[in-house]
Structure formats: structure tokens, C-alpha cells
């Protein structure tokens, strides 16, 4: 099906529901299909605007998602009126529940060895006949040609329908990116949903998460590492997004 959606700032983000974005994700699966998904939030948005090949990697992806209010408030403001925020860990739960159901397997890849660990109990907890194919933890370098040959045949021997990978923006999206044609799986780029699904983050309470406040309590829990991500990123995306809409209007009145 032909993808809809539009452009944010430089990187072209899909209006989908939630019903329609694990639909998706569970067919490509079902078929190991070699496909990826970028889930976009501000940071992400703006880092096209200044990273060429970040930029042609969610550009490329087979599927962009709304992470962060404002990206999901951006698509409204641009002709999608009841699109929703698909974001990261609640993408990576709801695709799990539908693969315990389905008898689809999961695979891991990213983050620490412990925190994998943490992870496999929480979710064996909680999704007991969840099929978990594999969980890996990469060094913290880049691989030799023939280490990432060894990963990815470990990937595709293990029967993965969907891999889910945890290893940051923007390096997580150029992974992808690299390997669709490689790995026989979906893609899923989750960021940190794996410290929080494992319980080494903790995550915003609901009320802050419904209200698109879920940066501001990171914010909050780690002002140091975050103030110049959140405050630089944030201030860029709405002066970026306001020069779109008024460049839209523009070219509107002209035509």
C-alpha cells in the first residue's frame, strides 16, 4: 500500500493508527520480510535537518511513526487531524502481546548484557509463551565486517520475525538502514524502551505521557545529559516547523 503521510521539517513521517502500524509490522513479519521502522520523535526530526545520512535513512525507512507529542501535533497541524502519538516502548509492547498471539519470535539487539538480562525476565514475566528468538549486546565500536557477518547470520538463523534494536539515535536508524536486504526480519528502532522495559529507567507516569510531557520528566531525571538535547532540539524543531507552515502558506497564496 502506497505509504501517507508528509514531511516534518526533512524527514517524511506516516499517518497511520495504532491498529494500522502493528498490522503492518505483523505481516511483514509473518513473512520475513526485510523491512525497517523508524520511530521519529523532536530529536530525530531535527537530526535530518543536519545529518545527511541519517536523513536518508528514516527517508528510506518502509515506515516513520510519530514519537513525541509534538511530532504526532505536527501531522494534525498538517491535514492528519486524529493522529495519535505511536511512540517507541508502547509500540514494543503491543507488537509483543500480537507475536505471543500469532506465534511470531522476537529478537534483541542492543543495550547492555544486563540490562538484557533484566529484560528477559521482565517479559518472560509477562508475555510467559512470548518466543524469543535471541537477545545481543554489540561492543560499544564498530565491528569488523566479519563480526557483523556472524550477527546477522545469527539473526536470520534464529527465526526472528522482528528485531527489535536499542542502540540510540542516530546510530540505530543507519543500522537499519544498512542491513535491510541482510537481515530476514522487521526492524523496529525502540531507542531506550529496552532500560525501560527491563526496569533500569524509569519511565514517565501515564498522565505525563498522555499530556506530551514525558521529555520534560526525562528532563527532569537527567537535566544534565538531556538539557541541551531537549532545550537546543526543541527550540530548533519549533522555529523549523513554524518557517514550514508559513513557507506552505506562502506558496499556497502564490499558486
Given at each position: ?162 528485531v527489535f534494536v536499542g542502540l ?13 536486504g541482510r537481515i530476514r526480519s ?40 538531556l538539557f541541551k538535547r531537549y ?25
Amino acid at each position: 500500500m502506497p505509504r501517507k503521510g508528509e514531511a516534518v521539517l526533512e524527514a517524511f513521517i506516516d499517518a497511520l493508527t495504532w491498529d494500522e502500524a502493528l498490522g503492518q509490522i505483523t505481516q511483514w513479519g509473518a513473512a520475513r520480510e526485510s523491512r525497517y521502522v523508524c520511530i521519529c520523535n523532536v530529536h530525530s526530526v531535527v537530526t535530518t535537518t543536519n545529518d545527511v545520512e541519517f536523513k536518508i535513512a528514516v527517508n528510506n525507512a518502509d515506515m516513520a511513526t510519530p514519537d513525541g507529542a509534538p511530532i504526532a501535533w505536527a501531522l494534525r497541524r498538517l491535514g492528519h487531524p486524529s493522529q495519535e502519538r505511536i511512540n517507541g516502548p508502547d509500540l514494543m509492547m503491543k507488537y509483543l502481546a500480537e507475536a505471543e498471539r500469532l506465534g511470531q519470535s522476537v529478537f534483541f539487539y542492543g543495550s547492555t548484557e544486563s540490562t538484557l538480562t533484566r529484560l528477559r525476565v521482565a517479559l518472560n514475566g509477562k508475555f510467559p509463551a512470548l518466543r524469543i528468538a535471541g537477545m545481543h549486546s554489540p561492543p560499544f565500536r564498530a565491528l569488523s565486517r566479519d563480526e557483523d557477518d556472524q550477527i546477522v547470520d545469527a539473526i536470520n538463523a534464529s527465526g526472528a520475525n522482528v528485531v527489535f534494536v536499542g542502540l540510540g539515535c542516530p546510530k540505530q536508524e543507519k543500522w537499519m538502514a544498512e542491513h535491510r536486504g541482510r537481515i530476514r526480519s522487521v526492524m523496529v528502532g525502540v531507542g531506550a524502551a529496552f532500560d525501560y522495559h527491563a526496569g533500569v529507567v524509569k519511565r514517565a507516569p501515564l498522565w505525563w505521557q498522555r499530556n506530551g510531557l514525558e521529555w520534560l520528566y526525562r528532563l527532569g531525571s537527567e537535566p544534565r545529559r538531556l538539557f541541551k538535547r531537549y532545550m537546543v532540539t526543541n527550540t530548533l524543531f519549533v522555529v523549523g516547523f513554524v518557517r514550514q507552515m508559513v513557507n506552505t502558506k506562502l506558496a499556497l497564496s502564490e499558486a
